[in-house]
């Protein structure tokens, strides 16, 4: 009696590995924005360049070891040190694009936890009911809801949201407007809760094209919420930079500014703030026409006016617009004198800028007291107020 052979079973976790020729197939019908822009292969392993821009990692790690420091597409300079940020999105869509070809790239996912798992069990029913048509405002919104809620107590559910390519569904219900149900305001949240938990992830949403769509919510119900995302967003200095140069940015923020309530133009301000420590936005926003609302803004008593005022100071077509205002003189003076250590700081910080191009503005200050009151500040513990103040009173001192 003959043995019959007892055959071994595949392990399900293996693939058998792509010919060249299918490799080839599947490379020529995929998205072009899937090809590295070196290599002109799938990317394995994409990551975004402080340009903006995505590379296959292998790809542009060779190019920056060859000593190259600058974007191989726009060809701007690049840190010494180049960051690479994962883009968790893009290769979460060659992935779920093309399983079998990304599967022979080595994107085989890690191995989960059981309760990982469900996390992302869960976190598949909730986007399914983000992209359904089938999906009404208050569904999604309950989405969302859910969705923020779990992220805020759970970096690992964070990671797992943003690599999963959930970003793209959140941002069309930023698109939605209110869409009932507060579903602009809510997606908004889940983008701020997102964008807090790391510079990689600040960089990657300005990459899949966030800030046009807060932008447009800068407009609606949700403003004050939207001006919050971009602050937190243009922490990251390249992102100062993109969000600046957007077509409306500032702009909108300078309108919210002007026709805002109390959050939304506090908020608005605090934006433009983060904004213009990047000296081309200040520019931009002096440009806006945001000096004379800032003004009015400060003798109403928001501080953080006078902070954005600070700044935009230190460009010289802030500090012409800033001379022509009535009154501003006496209104950075009353927070030298009674405002809090930061507003002390950027008062005196104004008040030194303008005096230095303006013969007129600096008898104005000497006569307000100021020059007193700044020999009394050189010994004030705070090193920031004691520098700026010890700065003015040289100014007002010259002949």
């Given at each position: 009696m003959s043995k019959s052979k007892t055959k071994t079973p595949k392990n399900p976790s293996t693939t058998t590995p792509l010919s060249p020729l299918t490799r080839e197939k599947m490379a020529t019908e995929l998205p072009e924005y899937f090809k590295c822009p070196i290599s002109l292969d799938i990317m394995s392993d994409p990551v975004i360049l402080s340009s903006g821009h995505t590379f296959d990692r292998s790809s542009i790690q060779r190019w920056i070891d060859s000593g190259h420091r600058t974007c191989p597409i726009t060809k701007l300079p690049l840190p010494d040190t180049p960051s690479l940020i994962p883009n968790h999105a893009l290769r979460s869509l060659i992935s779920n694009y093309a399983p079998a070809f990304s599967t022979a790239n080595h994107q085989l996912s890690p191995t989960r936890s059981d309760s990982e798992s469900d996390s992302l069990s869960q976190l598949a029913s909730l986007i399914s009911t983000l992209t359904s048509r089938a999906s009404n405002a208050e569904q999604k919104a309950e989405a969302l809801g859910r969705i923020t809620a779990l992220s805020k107590s759970n970096p690992v559910f964070r990671s797992r949201l943003t690599e999963s390519g959930a970003v793209s569904a959140v941002l069309r219900c930023v698109d939605s407007g209110?869409?009932?149900?507060?579903?602009?305001e809510k997606a908004l949240s889940l983008l701020l809760s997102l964008s807090l938990d790391s510079d990689d992830n600040k960089v990657g949403l300005v990459a899949e094209g966030a800030v046009a769509r807060i932008i447009t919510a800068l407009a609606g119900p949700?403003?004050?919420?939207?001006?919050?995302?971009?602050?937190?967003?243009?922490?990251?200095?390249?992102?100062?930079?993109?969000?600046?140069?957007?077509?409306?940015?500032?702009?909108?923020?300078?309108?919210?500014?002007?026709?805002?309530?109390?959050?939304?133009?506090?908020?608005?301000?605090?934006?433009?703030?983060?904004?213009?420590?990047?000296?081309?936005?200040?520019?931009?926003?002096?440009?806006?026409?945001?000096?004379p609302i800032l003004i009015r803004m400060a003798k109403s008593g928001l501080e953080r006016a006078v902070e954005?005022?600070?700044?935009?100071?230190?460009?010289?077509?802030?500090?012409?617009?800033?001379?022509?205002?009535?009154?501003?003189?006496?209104?950075?003076?009353?927070?030298?004198?009674?405002?809090?250590?930061?507003?002390?700081?950027?008062g005196l910080l104004t008040l030194n800028l303008i005096c230095c191009c303006s013969e007129r503005v600096k008898k104005l200050v000497k006569n307000e007291g100021v020059l007193e009151i700044c020999l009394g500040l050189i010994q004030d513990d705070n090193e920031k107020i004691h520098r700026v103040a010890s700065n003015l009173a040289k100014v007002l001192q010259e002949k």
């Open positions: 209110d869409g009932g149900a507060g579903l602009q949700a403003a004050a919420t939207a001006a919050t995302v971009l602050t937190s967003l243009a922490v990251v200095e390249v992102n100062k930079a993109t969000i600046g140069a957007h077509p409306g940015a500032v702009r909108c923020l300078v309108q919210l500014l002007r026709t805002g309530r109390g959050r939304e133009r506090k908020e608005a301000a605090t934006a433009l703030f983060t904004l213009c420590s990047f000296p081309e936005n200040r520019r931009r926003t002096v440009d806006c026409g945001a000096v954005v005022i600070g700044l935009l100071a230190k460009c010289k077509e802030g500090r012409e617009e800033i001379v022509k205002c009535e009154g501003v003189v006496e209104i950075l003076v009353d927070y030298v004198k009674n405002g809090s250590s930061r507003g002390v700081q950027y």
